[in-house]
T-cell receptor, first 113, second 112 residues
Framework: DAGITQSPRHKVTETGTPVTLRCHQTENHRYMYWYRQDPGHGLRLIHYSYGVKDTDKGEVSDGYSVSRSKTEDFLLTLESATSSQTSVYFC????????????FGSGTRLTVV | QKEVEQNSGPLSVPEGAIASLNCTYSDRGSQSFFWYRQYSGKSPELIMFIYSNGDKEDGRFTAQLNKASQYVSLLIRDSQPSDSATYLCAVRVSGGSYIPTFGRGTSLIVHP
C-alpha cells in the first residue's frame, strides 16, 4: 500500500510475551490508527494518534499500549500477549481527521499460542 | 451507542447485473459515509465517500443516502467477478469524536 507499511506481516508468539507491531508511513499524515479485525466483529479501533506523542484510546484498548515519537512511526505494544489477542491488525492513516477516509496498511496477522 | 449494520451476505449476483449493498446507521447526527472494499486476505481500500448533502457517482459505483430511513447504499453497475469482495461501510457523526464506526461488512459474489 502506497506510503504505509506494517511489520512484521506475520508473527506467532507465546502467551505472556510482549509483542510490538510497527506502522511506518511516508505520507507525513498527522493521524494514525490501529485496528483489529476479527470474524464477526469487523474492524475495531484500538488506539489512535493525532500527532507526535498525542494518542487516545479506542473501543478495545485494554491490554494494548501505543507510542508515537515520530510522525512516521506508530507502534502498538501488547504488554503480555493473550490468546484473545490473536487477530489481524491493521494500521491506517489520514491526512486530516479522516474527512476523506483512511488508507490502510497491509496488515499483521498475529497468532498467540 | 452508535451502530452500523450490514447484512453479512453473501450477496450473489450474475456478471453484468447491478449489485446493491445497504448499510443502516442508528445516529441521526451521522454526516459522513464511507465505503471500503476488502478482498480476502487483503486490507480495506476506500472506494468512495459521501456527505449528508448528496449522492455521488464514480464510474460504475454510486453511493446514495436515505436520511429519512437512515441507510446508505452502494450500487455497483455492470458487476464483474473482480468486484467479488467484502464491502465495509463506515459512518461518522458530526462534532465530537471524528472516529467512524465500521459495519461488519457484506460479502459480494459476482458469478460469471
Amino acid at each position: 500500500d502506497a506510503g504505509i507499511t506494517q511489520s512484521p506481516r506475520h508473527k506467532v508468539t507465546e502467551t505472556g510475551t510482549p509483542v510490538t507491531l510497527r506502522c511506518h508511513q511516508t505520507e507525513n499524515h498527522r493521524y494514525m490508527y490501529w485496528y483489529r479485525q476479527d470474524p464477526g466483529h469487523g474492524l475495531r479501533l484500538i488506539h489512535y494518534s493525532y500527532g507526535v506523542k498525542d494518542t487516545d484510546k479506542g473501543e478495545v484498548s485494554d491490554g494494548y499500549s501505543v507510542s508515537r515519537s515520530k510522525t512516521e512511526d506508530f507502534l502498538l505494544t501488547l504488554e503480555s500477549a493473550t490468546s484473545s489477542q490473536t487477530s489481524v491488525y491493521f494500521c491506517a492513516i489520514s491526512e486530516d481527521r479522516g474527512n476523506y477516509g483512511y488508507t490502510f496498511g497491509s496488515g499483521t496477522r498475529l497468532t498467540v499460542v | 451507542q452508535k451502530e452500523v449494520e450490514q447484512n453479512s451476505g453473501p450477496l450473489s449476483v450474475p456478471e453484468g447485473a447491478i449489485a446493491s449493498l445497504n448499510c443502516t446507521y442508528s445516529d441521526r447526527g451521522s454526516q459522513s459515509f464511507f465505503w471500503y472494499r476488502q478482498y480476502s486476505g487483503k486490507s480495506p481500500e476506500l472506494i468512495m465517500f459521501i456527505y449528508s448533502n448528496g449522492d455521488k457517482e464514480d464510474g460504475r459505483f454510486t453511493a446514495q443516502l436515505n436520511k429519512a430511513s437512515q441507510y446508505v447504499s452502494l450500487l455497483i453497475r455492470d458487476s464483474q467477478p473482480s468486484d467479488s469482495a467484502t464491502y465495509l461501510c463506515a459512518v461518522r457523526v458530526s462534532g465530537g469524536s471524528y472516529i467512524p464506526t465500521f459495519g461488519r461488512g457484506t460479502s459480494l459474489i459476482v458469478h460469471p
